[in-house]
């Protein structure tokens, strides 16, 4: 594959896909679920007996963050260039936001889309990607949502296992549906896959396999070295709340149907007791899932943003600057209005309002032993070139367990650790 080949082929099941910068946070899914809870200390509060996942994803089973040999390159700035990201006759994602969902991902997207011209891929809907994969998908204005790809999430659907295990079949079906490379000597165009659900393929996600080294391989080395990650984070019990009222509203409940929020999360509590990967608060599990991201790529490919409202209060100052040199976007104009970056806001009780000082207690400490590893992810990260956002501290485990609790982190879940 032609790294910068600006080359449009003519394919004769080339799409085009349309861009419509309209958002809504649609994100349309059923579940967030992720890795596997194989439980191993237990905790009893009030008759109910609760266990602490492992740190562990499919067959990643060492505690201490293990990442990536150091890349040949020691700067920190990656290494965007000035041309747009294709391959094969097509624009590629090169701006990844990968989730965790509920974290201020809509709001985020919605400030690069406009102020940083990123275009997001976006996917006919689901009931035509069949078609697609048929080589008849013909473009049209139905796509499944405006701001997020869930190109993975559709494929584990759909495709069969022997594609899926195969980089090469997914990158086939992943072309058809991307659009055109731009011509030669136009401007640059950054092309973003915005689907918050993408960290939890960290797991693998049957069929499909982990998603980090699928994607590795689908770029190259060479292209996959020129991608850019955001992760953003929030206090896990927040977002776990968030995400409960968001799948009500969407009438995508579930199990939860019919529950208040403490009792969904009594009862993510106690699956995660039985062994039942817990699929509310996986999704705020971000210590295993970025330390499996970091296992295939390097850690100066990443921003880590700690809480939704850095959005607002970090996105002119320090986001916007640091996305726009990640890019190479020139020209950019950095500002934040609340309107554009305070997006998919849901209306739900304060979480001190809506729990028990004893549910929380339970749910923090479920959480801590995640906490821990993120901690020692973020901090050896840090010193490999991963971007904090809006970090000042002096590079210990102490001052990255700080730096999440000013944003919003819980106390609780360093209690044990006591950093
Ligand atoms: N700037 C800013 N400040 C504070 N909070 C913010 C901000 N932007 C988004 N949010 C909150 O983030 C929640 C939505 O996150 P996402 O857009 O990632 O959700 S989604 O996964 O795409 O559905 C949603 O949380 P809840 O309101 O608790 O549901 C938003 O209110």
Known sequence: NNSNSNDNDNNENSVTCGVDRRLGGEAIVDEFSGGKAEGTLMLQVGGQRY???????????????????????TSLVPAATSSSLCSSGRLLPEFYILGAPKCGT?????????QLGVQPAIMPRYEKLAAAYDGEFTNDDSFLSQKEFHFFDLVSE?????????????????????????PRGGAKQVLADFTAMNILHAAPWPPL??????????????????????????????????????QERVGHAGIYANLTFSQGMELELSMASSGVPPPMSSP???????????????????????????VSSGWAS??????????????????????DSEINTSDHPPLLNDTTAAGRAAAYWYFQSDFTLL???????RQQGMELDAFSGDGSEASVAAWLLENGFDPQLQREQGF
């Open 318 to 339: 320090s986001l916007c600057p640091s996305l726009a040199t990640r890019l190479s976007v020139t020209g950019a104009s950095c500002a934040a209005s609340k309107e």
């Open 158 to 182: 759909e495709a069969p296992a022997e594609v899926l295990g195969n980089a090469t079949h997914v990158r086939e079906l992943w072309l058809r549906v991307l659009p055109l490379c731009p």
């Open 284 to 310: 705020s599990m971000y210590g295993i899932l970025l330390k499996t991201w970091l296992e295939v790529f390097p850690a100066r490919q990443f921003l880590v943003v700690p809480s939704p409202s850095r």
């Open 51 to 73: 266990q602490q996942p492992s740190a562990s994803i499919g067959n990643s089973t060492s505690q201490a963050p293990k990442l990536p040999a150091a890349a040949p390159s």
């Open 375 to 381: 901690v020692q992810t973020l901090t050896s990260a």
């Open 106 to 114: 809509t709001s985020l997207a919605e400030l690069a889309m406009t």
């Open 209 to 246: 396999p982990s998603l980090p080294p699928l994607l590795h391989d689908m770029y190259g080395s060479a292209l996959a070295s020129q991608l850019t990650f955001v992760v953003m984070l929030r206090d896990p019990l927040d977002r776990m709340q968030s995400q409960f009222y968001y």
